[in-house]
């Protein structure tokens, strides 16, 4: 995989607003037609996802821009955000942005947009396409790495562990529970059973965690990583019903707000987070240099932090696990 530039300062500066350099030189020129940005996203009911449009429309507003949302009901909807991405192309917005679904089954939708010369961005999912300009997201198998890593310091180096995934085929799963094989691989006292997958549907997530704690009749796994944010907040809850947490450790990804009291309870022992308001930001305004013609970074890593009880209440994790408090 090839590594993501990145900028601390940038990032760190763009929780709540833009840094002042790049936004002047993205401000544009007197008189000029306002740009019509496509934004097309994952999911329609997803706080992640919400705070990524959040972003999305702080850079829309600051760079001067019109910025038309569309989601898909969830991430399964594969065809439907490809419909909805070819609508952007026929209604001949400026540029498209889209956080795809499907990698492979998306790139029919850039060579449209390519052919009709509008830049595209991605966001999270890389795109199987070279017509795609710049891609802004996280590595997701270093996170994976991430997962894995702090699950073998809570559970002492030694133990079984479950995993709980969204889909077998999903790259950005798969690059997630890669990583989290890779970590675990370096403790010759951790063994990791077969991934369990519950897609978005958070009852069956719920019931794939109950499963994975019964093991049969012999003993629950030491620990279980939740490898998205659906299978986490099933995870959570399920671990919240039987209250198992003296045996089990669990690790989750990018937890509902909802959930976040199960952080606090000590239901859960940490979760990776990412940085979506920054997507949403990098993505428009990548989109706006284009657009300008200025070349963007092909690559940009938005990161992602390792926060648990003891760091839960420092002040940049809060803004990660609340994006939309000001």
Known sequence: MSKMTSSAALLSCLLLVSCGSSAADAQPRKNEEKRQIALVLKSRDSDFWQAV???????????????VTEASVDEEQVNEQIHLAEEAVHYKRDALVVAANDGKAAAAAV????????????LDTEIESPRVSAFIGIDHYDAGVKAGQKLAELL????????????????????????????????PDISVSE?????????????????????GQGEP????????????????RELARQRPRE????????????????LQEGVIQA?????????????????????????????????????????????????LLFPFVK
């Open 111 to 122: 060579e449209l947009a390519a052919a009709a010369r509008m830049p595209v961005v991605a």
């Open 221 to 236: 796994p030491a620990g279980v990583i939740a490898l998205h944010a659906v299978s986490s907040s099933g995870m959570a």
């Open 247 to 262: 045996r089990v450790k669990a690790v989750a990804f990018d937890i509902e707000q909802e959930d976040i009291e199960y």
């Open 53 to 67: 449009r959040n972003g999305a429309e702080a850079a829309a507003k600051e760079f001067n821009v019109e910025l």
């Open 195 to 215: 991934t369990a997958y519950c897609a978005s549907d958070r009852k069956l997530c719920e019931e794939q965690t109950g499963k994975l704690l019964e093991q």
């Open 271 to 319: 979760t990776i987070t990412q940085n979506p308001f920054s997507m949403g930001y990098l993505g428009v305004k990548a989109a706006v240099d284009l657009l300008r013609g200025v070349k963007p970074a092909a690559r940009y890593g938005t990161g992602t932090t390792v926060i648990d009880q003891r760091n839960m209440f420092w002040s940049d994790n809060q803004k």
């Open 156 to 187: 002492g180096g030694k133990g079984s562990v479950a995993l709980l995934g969204f889909r077998q085929e999903d790259r950005n799963a798969s690059e997630r529970e890669r990583g989290v094989r890779s970590a675990l691989g370096a403790y």
